[in-house]
């Protein structure tokens, strides 16, 4: 168990508004990364980092925004939530020593994003 | 636009029978192939895995097979048990150039009892 907890776990909010998810670990790891899931789409990287302060961009990160400024937390932001960022969240690390390039993630449990 | 995609959304198998999930990428510099298997209201949990030196990786009931030359990877479960069911993401990376994992849209597994 890598010791990840995302919250909130289910959050509706409306459109315009500033939405925050925070993703903690217990663990130490250097990498963390937000994906979305969405239906037809499967999981889509937003943003990852790769330690304190050091973050980069994903596939997807139109309209968020991420901060780290302790190893434990990584925080994604929507600065002002649309109805297409509607959609699971997951926050994941890499347990393994070798970082992101040996490839297995841990994932946490998701959280649940509805923009109205 | 999709780089790696899985063409089957479901799936159903009897218990006991071999299932075969099937995935397909584009991209050609991919050489790191994974398996996730998610349950619902849960993250998604790391399966199997392939490096493309490899065409088969076996653990327990699951064996990965990689035909690098078609693009296509897929994953058998021998014998399908109930508690299987699920949907199973396929993904890739090109591990040289660092983070990004590709998934697929998931198939949902159902292995009937």
């Known amino acids: 168990d890598a010791g990840i907890t995302q919250s909130p776990r289910h959050k509706v909010t409306e459109t315009g508004t500033p939405v925050t998810l925070r993703c903690h670990q217990t663990?130490?790891?250097?990498?963390m990364y937000w994906y979305r899931q969405d239906p037809g789409h499967g999981l889509r990287l937003i943003h990852y980092s790769y330690g304190v302060k050091d973050t980069d961009k994903g596939e997807v990160s139109d309209g968020y925004s991420v901060s780290r400024s302790k190893t434990e937390d990584f925080l994604l932001t929507l600065e002002s939530a649309t109805s297409s960022q509607t959609s699971v969240y997951f926050c994941?690390?890499?347990?393994?020593?070798?970082?992101?390039?040996?490839?297995?993630?841990?994932f946490g449990e998701g959280s649940r994003l509805t923009v109205l | 636009d999709q780089q790696v995609k899985q063409n089957s959304p479901s799936l159903s198998v009897q218990e006991g029978r071999i299932s075969i999930l099937n995935c397909d990428y584009t991209?050609?510099?991919?050489?790191?192939f994974l398996w996730y298997k998610k349950y619902p209201a849960e993250g998604p949990t790391f399966l199997i895995s392939?490096?493309?030196?490899?065409d088969k990786n076996e653990d327990g009931r699951f064996t990965v097979f990689l035909n690098k030359s078609a693009k296509h990877l897929s994953l058998h479960i021998v014998p399908s048990q109930p508690g299987d069911s699920a949907v199973y993401f396929c993904a890739a990376s090109r591990s040289r150039s660092g983070n990004q994992f590709y998934f697929g849209t998931g198939t949902s597994l159902t292995v009937i009892p």
């Open positions: 663990e130490n790891h250097r990498y």
């Open positions: 392939i490096s493309s030196i490899k």
């Open positions: 994941a690390i890499s347990l393994l020593a070798g970082g992101p390039l040996t490839g297995e993630l841990f």
């Open positions: 991209n050609s510099m991919f050489d790191y």
